[in-house]
């Protein structure tokens, strides 16, 4: 961390500032990549002295501080294997037999490992809609036999719908009811978001999408601003093996330094996009918080920093015109995954472990850094085709 100055410094400069080597006469300015899968390592290994490479290693630490200073976390963020990765270790937080209460429409996988536990381990999974407070509480409540969820699971914007979580009242009458509370930050990015000001317990990230922004390593993060908490998540990564490599995390690091540009830029491109496509005779429905008839909007605007840049859009012809629509795309990048600097969009349903309330027909495009016109010019000319 850079010496610290009169005023907390903004996350637009952490992400530049953070994870820097100590300011010394003739010192790197990057921090360097250490390829050592073992440490030389006499008798007992003094706490904190490294011994192993899936124990700990010195080329995450970097990466790793930046990024729990960035979410506000007391403690270094711990870099996993993947974002699923990261999502298993938070889930291990749920007991055998323990109830998860989770939105309907967060990531397919995370459905799927949700799925898993409750076939392996008898968790008992109860989907709600993450937008409807009331309802997300009376679940985690329990009652008339239930007990209390063990874990809430939020995403928000959820994934790929677009809904928009209350997370402070969601956070305070979990913990009323005894739930951890875990936050998949995705999505937002802590940019725009940070869960933990509201009293999350855990977050996490897919550090492949935005994080690291070039759709070249896939990677994940979790942490926790309780010790205890920290210190089980940090158990299961080191008992599971679900470690990142030296260099993958490094390039994380390279391209956490561009965030706040990024972030800006695709967020300006996707609210001017989300406005015309909007208005486009060949389009039937957008999802974009940003847009001011959205029903995530108000508490969007209330809550973030930002209204993120992902766009939901179903065309009027359905299915058939959804497919032509990716098809006759030339700057879209029609490839599943998100974030990155390239824009990308992809039909949602046309996985079947995709959640079958998601629309058939709903595209899901990220937004990425180009030229905003050029992005426009293209999605135009296959939306006036199909109109």
């Known amino acids: 961390m850079p010496e610290p100055t009169a005023h907390p410094l903004q996350p637009a400069t952490l992400v530049v500032a953070a994870g820097r080597p ?51 976390c007391p403690h270094p963020a711990l870099v ?38 409750a076939e392996r381990s008898g968790v008992r999974v109860e989907l709600v809609d993450v937008d409807d407070t009331d309802a997300v509480l009376a679940a985690v409540r329990g009652g008339d036999g239930t007990p209390p969820a063990d874990l809430l699971w939020v995403e928000s914007p959820t994934n790929p719908m677009l809904e928009v979580a209350d997370l402070p009242a969601l956070v305070a009458g979990a913990h009323a009811a005894g739930a951890l509370v875990a936050v998949d930050n995705t999505f937002a990015t802590p940019l725009v978001q940070r869960p933990f000001e509201h009293g999350a317990d855990v977050v996490v990230h897919s550090v492949t999408k935005y994080l690291a922004g070039h759709s070249d390593v896939v990677l994940g993060a979790a942490m926790a601003a309780d010790p205890a908490l920290h210190a089980r998540l940090h158990a299961y990564r080191t008992l599971h093996g679900a470690v990142a490599g030296p260099f993958e995390v490094w390039l994380a690091l390279r391209g956490l330094r561009t965030l706040a540009l990024r972030v800006e830029r695709a967020q300006a491109s996707a609210l001017e996009l989300a406005r015309r496509l909007a208005a486009h005779p060949a389009v039937a429905h957008v999802r974009h918080p940003g847009l001011p008839q959205d029903p995530g909007h108000a508490r969007a605007a ?19 015109a959804g497919d032509a629509l990716v098809a006759s795309l030339r700057l879209w990048v029609p490839a599943t995954s998100l974030g990155g600097v390239e824009s990308s969009l992809e039909r949602r349903r046309r996985f079947a472990t995709e959640s079958v309330t998601v629309p058939e027909d709903l595209l899901r495009l990220s937004v990425g850094i180009e030229d905003v016109e050029d992005l426009w010019r293209d999605l135009a000319q296959g939306l006036d085709a199909l109109a």
Not at 80 to 108: D, E, F, N, T
């Open 80 to 117: 996993l294997g993947s974002g699923m990765a990261a999502i298993a270790a938070a889930l291990s937080l749920v007991p055998p037999g323990g109830r998860l209460v989770l939105p309907r429409h967060c990531y397919q996988v995370t459905l799927g490992y949700a799925r898993d536990l």
């Open 302 to 320: 209330r809550l973030m920093d930002g209204f993120g840049s992902i766009i939901g859009l179903r065309p009027a012809g359905g299915v058939d």
């Open 22 to 72: 100590a300011r010394e006469q003739g010192a790197p300015v990057n921090p360097p990549v250490v390829l050592s899968s073992t440490y030389v390592s006499r008798g007992v290994p003094a706490p904190g002295e490294p011994l192993y490479a899936r124990m700990d290693t010195e080329t995450w630490h970097p990466f790793e501080e930046a990024l729990g200073a960035l979410e506000g």
